[in-house]
């Protein structure tokens, strides 16, 4: 230790030691390179984009020592890293996180920067709902890069719900986005949403099972889902007509349980969203579609609540199940 002297030391220091314990990399990071310039930046209340000049700078006994704890926390506790520093960067925000929350990473980030083009007219969203919101990443940051809508966050845990009034007031958009701790739509008012945007939970209980030990440190609500993981998405695709405006989009993200899901639906059209930023499993589904397909979506038993009647001046009513 008494070797390491620079910014730059204690990085391929921490890389290496990363690289030889097998940690997974996955929340934030794919590589032991960027995990360990993530913690030592940290560390030393510096910018995830410093300037390469300061990478030789010498560095104190003291902050050597906090670099060192930090490091070796996430080994021997199996932390990510967003759990230790207490955020996380989507869409190129800022966002707080404790594992009361999933921590942000979804490739929806892509589609917010873009303005959801060529899906939706950015200046035609007048609402959002972020279904399942967590830390309220994707709604947040859907209203700081379309600044003409209002976004409704939704989730059942009270614990996100805290988090995501935190990140509400830390983007300054308290006017703008709004908080419900509801059961999916359960607790919502009656609204037609020109978005309905989720990550909702869609890992099924024997893949948790195998998931790598950092996701284990993840809350399990937000993650498992039964039904091999569809539970949540099929309720989604349930209600999501009754609160869709004509013209809307629907758009979740499932991850691996995508080939399920289309096994499951087979003559449905769901529409695959490609990202070139690397990620998967995203798809997009019209408010058209939806109410076409709505009989494949009703639960075959009762125990879903039933869809509410839906009437607007453009649509026809959509059938309860």
Known sequence: MQSLHTITDFIRWGASRFSQTGLFFGHGTDNALDEAAALVLFALHLPPDLHQSWFQSRLTGEEREQII??????????????????????????????????IPRSPMAELIESGFAPWLDATGVGRVLDLCCGSGCIG??????????EVDLVDLSGAAIEISRQN?????????????????????PPQQYNLIISNPPYVGVQEME???????????MALQAEDEGLEIVKRILNESADFLAPEGV?????GNSAALLQERYPDVPFLWLDFSRGGDGVFLLSAQDLAKY????????GNSPKRRERVSPDATTSPEC
């Open 69 to 102: 704890r930090l490091i070796q926390r996430r080994i021997d506790e199996r932390l990510p890293v967003p759990y230790l520093t207490g955020e996380a960067w989507f869409a190129g925000m800022r966002f707080s996180v404790t594992p009361s929350v999933l």
């Open 140 to 149: 947040i940051a859907t209203a700081a890069y379309l600044p003409g809508c």
């Open 168 to 188: 509400i007031q830390q983007h300054d958009l308290s006017p703008r986005v709004k908080l419900f701790q509801s059961d999916l739509f359960e607790s919502l």
């Open 210 to 220: 195998l998931l790598p030990a950092e996701y284990h440190h993840e809350p399990v």
């Open 250 to 254: 629907l758009i979740v993200e499932v």
């Open 294 to 301: 709505a009989d494949r979506f009703c639960p075959a038993s």
